[in-house]
Structure formats: structure tokens, C-alpha cells
């Protein structure tokens, strides 16, 4: 079976760190884009990261140099490392891997996303 499986969430106190980790099996992970993604229940699904197949990375402005992606292709696994958190970064973190044959659900956005697999989430709880 195609999957990842994102674990490394938890509750922590705010300035504290995570590192989520997102493990692929049943399929070859290469060097193509890994995502990560959060969502707040309630709230829309927003990208947190990027690490692109040239080797560039994305983040979005709320992360300010807190959070940095990577991506170990021998151990089949993704990272986010999360540095000094904040109670506003609570959310779902979701893993997403890019790969040709696969189409799989979202539950971040609800939806089946084509040529991308994805996971069901780790819970990140960060309190003052």
C-alpha cells in the first residue's frame, strides 16, 4: 500500500520544539516535492512548507525562520523541524508527497488529490 505517516506531534509549551516526521512505504521515495500543510479545525488547510525536487525550499511568512523542512531519501522520511512554537501554530500537520501513481484523499482539504500521497496527520498543541 502507498502511504506516509506522519508522527513526532505532541503537546508542548509555548518556545518549545517538535520534529514531525513523515515515513513513506509501499512506494519509491525519490527526491520529488515534499509538502506540509496544517489545519486548525474549522479553518481552510494551509501550506506551512516546501522542499522542492531542485532542492529549494518554501515557507510561508507565519514561520519566520522557525520551522525548517528536509528530506532523507535512504530512510524513505520527511522532517519539519519546529522551533520556538507558539500557541497560534496548534493545528493538524499533514505530510504530502509527491508521486506519479498515486491519487489519495486529503483530509486536510477534503478531496482527492491526484499524483500526490498523503497522510492523515499528526496533532501539534502548543499551550502558553
Known amino acids: 500500500e502507498v502511504q506516509v505517516v506522519e508522527s513526532g506531534g505532541g503537546s508542548v509549551q509555548a518556545g518549545g520544539s517538535l520534529r514531525l516526521s513523515c515515513t513513506a512505504s509501499?512506494?519509491?521515495?525519490?527526491?520529488?516535492?515534499v509538502d506540509w500543510y496544517r489545519q486548525v479545525p474549522g479553518l481552510e488547510c494551509e501550506l506551512v512548507a516546501q522542499l522542492r525536487r531542485d532542492g529549494s525550499t518554501y515557507y510561508r511568512d507565519f514561520t519566520e525562520r522557525r520551522f525548517t523542512i528536509s528530506q532523507d531519501i535512504a530512510a524513505n522520511t520527511a522532517y519539519l523541524q519546529m522551533n520556538n512554537l507558539q500557541p497560534e501554530d496548534t493545528a493538524v500537520y499533514f505530510c504530502e508527497k509527491d508521486y506519479s501513481r498515486a491519487n489519495t484523499w486529503s483530509r486536510c482539504f477534503n478531496r482527492l488529490r491526484h499524483l500526490e500521497v498523503w497522510g492523515q496527520g499528526t496533532l501539534v498543541n502548543v499551550s502558553l
Open positions: 509501499g512506494f519509491t521515495f525519490d527526491d520529488s516535492e
